[in-house]
T-cell receptor, first 115, second 113 residues
Framework: DAGVTQSPTHLIKTRGQQVTLRCSPKSGHDTVSWYQQALGQGPQFIFQYYEEEERQRGNFPDRFSGHQFPNYSSELNVNALLLGDSALYLC??????????????FGPGTRLTVT | QQQVKQSPQSLIVQKGGISIINCAYENTAFDYFPWYQQFPGKGPALLIAIRPDVSEKKEGRFTISFNKSAKQFSLHIMDSQPGDSATYFCAASKNSGTYKYIFGTGTRLKVLA
């Protein structure tokens, strides 16, 4: 049973560019959340997708957008990259029963470096 | 009110000792408290989680103690091993985990052989 997978593993971009990160949830999971983890910090919530819709959003600008596909996989897009966007981007998946959600399982992350 | 405060920032323990990491929260709506372990270059891995209807939960060498009135919870690692050396994060969520996770700032644990 594959866990949460993310691609690519590492990415180097230049300021002003756009980037797309991808996530495949754990088998049986239908909810995907994205987090940004700066070096030495805890993960910060970006947004969560369920049934192909953004259900919750953290304090991130509109430059951060996402999408969820019918197979529950998800993409995170960041436009107009800033140096401060350099971080580990984590995808977490969970199963939502309608009244509660179960544990979130994290992928290995994508290390984004903006130069 | 959304913050989760974690301490200490770093911790050094001898092999076989007990590692204790503490977290405090303010939002009484939080009802789900997981702990994650993260090794360098890896994503966080779920260790153990607790809901406020119990005061303690134990899984192997890992125990969560929960004090609802004080709005505090802690992770105890018994018989700490060098392989436990990692960064540990507490988190909090509400609505039984459907809400976003609010993470603490992390504790870097080093277990000396």
């Amino acid at each position: 049973d594959a866990g949460v997978t993310q691609s690519p593993t590492h990415l180097i971009k230049t300021r002003g560019q756009q980037v797309t990160l991808r996530c495949s949830p754990k088998s049986g999971h239908d909810t995907v959340s994205w987090y940004q983890q700066a070096l030495g910090q805890g993960p910060q919530f970006i947004f969560q997708y369920y049934e192909e819709e953004e259900r919750q959003r953290g304090n991130f600008p509109d430059r951060f957008s996402g999408h969820q596909f019918p197979n529950y996989s998800s993409e995170l897009n960041v436009n107009a990259l800033l140096l401060g966007d350099s971080a580990l981007y984590l995808c977490a998946s969970s199963f939502y029963s309608g009244s509660s959600a179960y544990e979130q399982y994290f992928g290995p992350g994508t290390r984004l470096t903006v130069t | 009110q959304q913050q989760v405060k974690q301490s200490p920032q770093s911790l050094i323990v001898q092999k076989g000792g007990i590692s204790i990491i503490n977290c405090a929260y303010e939002n009484t709506a939080f009802d789900y408290f997981p702990w994650y372990q993260q090794f360098p270059g890896k994503g966080p891995a779920l260790l153990i989680a607790i809901r406020p209807d119990v005061s303690e939960k134990k899984e192997g060498r890992f125990t969560i103690s929960f004090n609802k009135s004080a709005k505090q919870f802690s992770l105890h690692i018994m018989d700490s091993q060098p392989g436990d050396s990692a960064t540990y994060f507490c988190a909090a969520s509400k609505n039984s985990g459907t809400y976003k996770y609010i993470f603490g700032t992390g504790t870097r644990l080093k277990v000396l052989a």
